[in-house]
């Protein structure tokens, strides 16, 4: 076995044994350091910085290790930021793996593992806020900063920059494949810390690129480069239709053997393909092509990454995703476009982006060559097979006529490639923003203030003009703190003079949600009685933390004031106060919107509404958005008295809500929005909102009905994706067979929560009443067809004009369950009281819950047995 890392470089080691012990190690494991790593360690062992700007395949990573070694030899505190979550999380098992996950830990903003811990694992916005909150006294030692060129992203940027302008005593290491000319930055870190800056840069790669431009239909270049023993391929798109349709098309052309269709079905084993997208892919990958974006549920994504390590997959379609540090081998990239949308407009990719996706062709220890295949446009690609096709024949080369580009299409050619394939990337331009909770956490710093904060809008990164433009954006902030009371200025004959704040903040203020003040100031605004409009007769408390249980309130006068405060449904405008501080799950409210305005269009239609009048009205149909009028106007009030919650854009809507009022399961809610591509999207925004109703609504204001729905989410999440919920359980249970099914573990039983169990019957239950009171006989007979719904509809609809479905009519009261003979049948006997305008409550539904189905499927399996009136 192996010696451990931290035998050979023990705590209290100098630089040399750091050095020799690290190289000692690497080779026991087969890893002989390349000059450049060989150099980047004798650098980092003797306490300089590294700036490490190599390709990709190079072994980053294993300078990464060696830096975090050399911390915990000298007892420091190292830290490792990525710019995703994924990389993030990646690397913290990563080195839990080398060093024990009792030196490891993991911060992400809405979670912490282990964060006391000498090496921590986070984004570069976690380290950010720190360096601002604690500034030259922060407790960091060392800064591992990975995919280092998004210090230029005009968005992100300043995270990366601020702990370079911020932590003197820390030793850096820069590490990105495509970085351009550092020299500026390089000098200023030496400037500030006083040590010197090591550029390690021009590095030849290891495993050497082969590049070329085809004007052959993908199809054709696919067959061609797995003939020739080019894959895996990795077929890059920009946008995740493109990528679905592509592993479509190829699904017909033969990728694998019948032997390697055994080998994938082997490694597969059980897993789970629960959901439409899921059988899909099952598909796919059984046939040697995988599927890669950032829609994708987690188990997918990790399945698809760990078929493609083992070398199962011949072909994965995907976005550019895999441009950001995923280890997946592959050997060739097949960019289908050079251009792409960036969120403004279509545009080329810039040099950076085009190296940083061919740099994922060939890697170390799997190729010894990558290969980057560039697609022609598609009218170049047609009008090379006309004049194929034409040969040297004169009369026929004559008659064709060449096809342009579509109207408004950006255009690439053979020039573009060889301009991006031989271009440097571009130099880094600093983007060093100032907001209003930046400014907080640089105040709740105490000191010379003034200082700080005039240190970090003029010594810093940023040109001349731009730092005075921050200099005027600090001033405005400041002066609306000030006259917000949140931050008061003591004059210099106090006994304690400067600029401070007026409110303690919690130690992680800006890192989770940070609208989650406004939230509980809101949530006071609903009465957990009734939820019915209510204005609250307690006092204001005054100015309180902008980050914290008593962050703020909104006054009485405000209360008494909002129309519409609740809907009746105290525990779903809850819910709805919590969605408003979420980010937006763009794909779902476009859905919503879309279908909501089908409706629209189609009543006007019934009403005989002309063309140019529904067009009209059809500009204010949106998505659902409940207590909006509530919620802006209680917004504008707390940030009148905490204005740096401006910083960040409330947004109503209704996802969760949707689900829980409508009934939906998962599967069900992707159907009913056509968000098959969007699965992870939308289940990465339930898990957010599971989180932030667990841990910002108070336990004084969580009713019966609120702790159900939370159990319901909770549990839902699980059952869908566990690995959101349970991330950690693979610390505990390791799976060390690497040829292993690649099986997760499945979620814990159903059965198992019973709160949220009851939540999932009572849910298939009120999805019965809300048809019956459509009177959708065809549905509720799909669902039930031993139940005659026709006949029991229409008896019920002669003694009543309606069926109720408010928040009465889904109350708990109204259902019961018999639990008596579960032993024996394995079947809960339930019953669900219909609502009659009436109020007799003499109809009902009555059904039988199968346990061991509903275990197998992870959902409440409901069958009803009779409709009947007492």
């Known amino acids: 076995m192996p010696t451990s890392l931290l035998d050979l470089i023990p705590r209290g080691a100098g630089d040399d044994a750091i050095y020799e012990g690290f190289v000692e190690w690497a080779e026991g494991r087969g890893l002989g350091l390349y000059p450049a790593q060989d150099e980047a360690v004798i650098e980092i062992a003797?306490?300089?910085?590294?700036?490490?700007?190599t390709p990709t395949g190079t072994g980053k990573s294993l300078v990464a290790v060696a830096a975090h070694a050399a911390a915990l030899a000298r007892g420091g505190r190292s830290y490792y930021t990525a710019p995703?979550?994924?990389?993030?999380?990646?690397?913290?098992?990563?080195?839990?793996?080398?060093?024990?996950?009792?030196?490891?830990?993991?911060?992400?903003?809405?979670?912490?593992?282990?964060?006391?811990?000498p090496i921590i694992c986070c984004t570069a916005e976690i380290l950010a806020n720190q360096a601002l909150r604690h500034g030259a006294d922060t407790d960091v030692d060392q800064v591992v900063m990975d995919e280092f060129h998004y210090y230029g992203d005009p968005d992100r940027g300043w995270a990366w920059q601020v702990p370079l302008l911020l932590l003197p005593r820390a030793q850096f290491v820069l590490m990105s494949a495509t970085l351009g000319d550092v020299s500026d930055i390089a000098a200023d870190l030496t400037r500030r810390t006083g040590r010197p800056t090591a550029r390690i840069t021009g590095v030849e790669r290891p495993v050497p690129l082969h590049f070329s431009y085809v004007r052959v239909p993908v199809h054709e270049t696919v067959e061609d480069l797995l003939n020739t023993g080019q894959a895996p391929i990795y077929i890059v798109h920009f946008s995740q239709a493109a990528a679905m349709e592509r592993a479509q098309a190829l699904s017909s052309v033969r990728i694998v053997s019948r032997e390697q269709r055994d080998e994938i079905a082997d490694a597969i084993g059980g897993f789970r393909f629960?959901?439409?997208?899921?059988?899909?892919?099952?598909?796919?990958?059984?046939?040697?092509?995988?599927?890669?974006?950032?829609?994708?549920?987690?188990?997918?994504?990790?399945?698809?990454?760990t078929l493609a390590q083992r070398g199962l997959l011949r072909v994965i379609c995907g976005t550019d995703t895999l441009g950001v540090g995923i280890n997946v081998p592959i050997r060739t990239v097949l960019l289908t476009a050079l251009t792409k949308f960036d969120g403004q407009r279509m545009r080329q990719l810039s040099a950076r982006e085009f190296h940083q996706i061919a740099g994922r062709a060939g890697r170390?220890?799997?190729?010894?060559?990558?290969?980057?295949?560039?697609?022609a446009p598609e009218h170049e690609i047609e009008n090379a097979a006309m004049f194929a096709k034409a040969a040297d024949d004169p009369?026929?080369?004559?008659?064709?006529?060449?096809?342009?580009?579509?109207?408004?299409?950006?255009?690439?050619?053979?020039?573009?490639?060889?301009?991006?394939?031989?271009?440097?990337?571009?130099?880094?331009?600093?983007?060093?923003?100032?907001?209003?909770?930046?400014?907080?956490?640089?105040?709740?710093?105490?000191?010379?203030?003034?200082?700080?904060?005039?240190?970090?809008?003029?010594?810093n990164h940023e040109p001349r003009a731009r730092q005075y433009e921050l200099a005027r954006r600090a001033l405005g902030i400041f002066r609306t703190l000030v006259a917000a009371g949140v931050v008061e200025v003591v004059d210099a004959g106090a006994e304690a003079p400067g600029i401070r704040l007026t409110v303690d903040l919690q130690p992680n203020f800006a890192l989770n949600q940070p609208l989650s003040p406004f939230a509980l100031a809101a949530i006071e605004l609903l009465d957990p009685e009734d939820g019915r409009d209510s204005a609250q007769n307690s006092a204001n408390p005054g100015p309180a933390s902008p980050a914290g249980a008593e962050s703020g309130s909104i006054s009485p006068d405000a209360r008494s004031s909002t129309p519409g405060v609740g809907t009746g449904h105290y525990?779903?405008?809850?819910?709805?106060?919590?969605?408003?501080?979420?980010?937006?799950?763009?794909?779902?409210?476009?859905?919503?919107?879309?279908?909501?305005?089908?409706?629209?269009?189609?009543?006007?239609?019934?009403?005989?509404?002309?063309?140019?009048?529904?067009?009209?009205?059809?500009?204010?149909?949106?998505?659902?958005?409940?207590?909006?009028?509530?919620?802006?106007?209680?917004?504008?009030?707390?940030?009148?008295?905490?204005?740096?919650?401006?910083?960040?854009?409330?947004s109503p809507k209704s996802v969760v809500r949707d689900m829980f009022e409508r009934a939906l399961s998962f599967?069900?809610?992707?159907?009913?929005?056509?968000?098959?591509?969007?699965?992870?999207?939308?289940?990465?925004?339930?898990?957010?909102?599971?989180?932030?109703?667990?841990?910002?609504?108070?336990?004084?204001?969580?009713?019966?009905?609120?702790?159900?729905?939370?159990?319901?989410?909770?549990?839902?999440?699980?059952?869908?994706?566990?690995?959101?919920?349970?991330?950690?359980?693979?610390?505990?249970?390791?799976?060390?067979d690497p040829t292993a099914p690649i099986v997760p573990p499945a979620p814990p039983s159903v059965l198992t929560n019973r709160r949220a169990f009851l939540v999932l019957i009572r849910n298939e239950l009120f999805r019965r009443v809300q048809l019956a009171a459509l009177q959708r006989d065809d549905a509720l007979t799909e669902l039930d067809p031993d139940v005659d719904w026709p006949a029991a509809l229409d008896a019920y609809y002669d003694e009543h004009?309606?069926?109720?479905?408010?928040?009465?009519?889904?109350?708990?009261?109204?259902?019961?369950?018999?639990?008596?003979d579960a032993a024996a049948s394995g079947l809960w006997n339930v019953e669900q009281t219909l609502d009659d305008p009436d109020g007799n409550h003499d109809w009902r539904i009555r059904a039988v819950v199968d346990l061991a189905a509903s275990e197998e499927v992870g959902t409440a399996v409901v069958r009803v047995t009779e409709v009947l009136r007492l």
Do not use: C
Not at 396 to 408: E, F, N, T, W, Y
């Open 364 to 375: 170390a220890g799997y190729d010894t060559a990558g290969t980057v295949v560039v697609m």
């Open 274 to 305: 629960t959901t439409a997208f899921g059988r899909t892919l099952s598909r796919y990958v059984r046939a040697g092509i995988g599927v890669h974006h950032a829609g994708m549920l987690p188990r997918y994504r990790r399945l698809v990454e």
């Open 571 to 650: 525990a779903l405008d809850v819910v709805s106060v919590i969605e408003s501080t979420l980010d937006d799950p763009r794909p779902v409210l476009s859905q919503q919107q879309f279908q909501a305005r089908g409706e629209a269009v189609a009543a006007m239609k019934r009403e005989g509404i002309e063309y140019e009048e529904r067009m009209e009205a059809l500009e204010e149909v949106t998505y659902p958005k409940p207590l909006e009028a509530l919620l802006a106007q209680s917004f504008e009030v707390f940030a009148a008295s905490q204005p740096w919650v401006r910083d960040f854009e409330l």
């Open 46 to 53: 003797s306490g300089a910085h590294v700036i490490l700007s």
């Open 84 to 117: 995703i979550k994924a990389l993030v999380s990646e690397k913290f098992f990563a080195l839990v793996d080398i060093f024990g996950p009792e030196n490891v830990g993991m911060v992400t903003g809405d979670s912490s593992v282990n964060g006391d811990a």
């Open 395 to 459: 009369k026929k080369l004559r008659k064709i006529v060449r096809k342009k580009a579509p109207q408004g299409f950006v255009n690439w050619s053979e020039a573009s490639f060889e301009r991006l394939e031989t271009a440097e990337p571009e130099p880094l331009v600093p983007q060093l923003q100032l907001t209003a909770a930046m400014m907080i956490n640089v105040i709740a710093r105490g000191g010379d203030v003034f200082a700080h904060v005039r240190s970090l809008v003029f010594d």
């Open 801 to 820: 004009d309606e069926l109720l479905t408010g928040g009465a009519a889904r109350s708990p009261a109204l259902v019961s369950v018999d639990e008596t």
């Open 667 to 736: 599967a069900e809610m992707i159907q009913v929005y056509q968000l098959a591509r969007s699965e992870g999207l939308v289940l990465r925004y339930l898990s957010d909102a599971f989180r932030a109703i667990r841990q910002t609504v108070p336990t004084d204001a969580q009713t019966e009905e609120l702790l159900d729905i939370i159990e319901w989410l909770g549990e839902l999440v699980r059952q869908v994706d566990s690995s959101l919920v349970d991330e950690w359980e693979s610390l505990i249970n390791p799976a060390d």
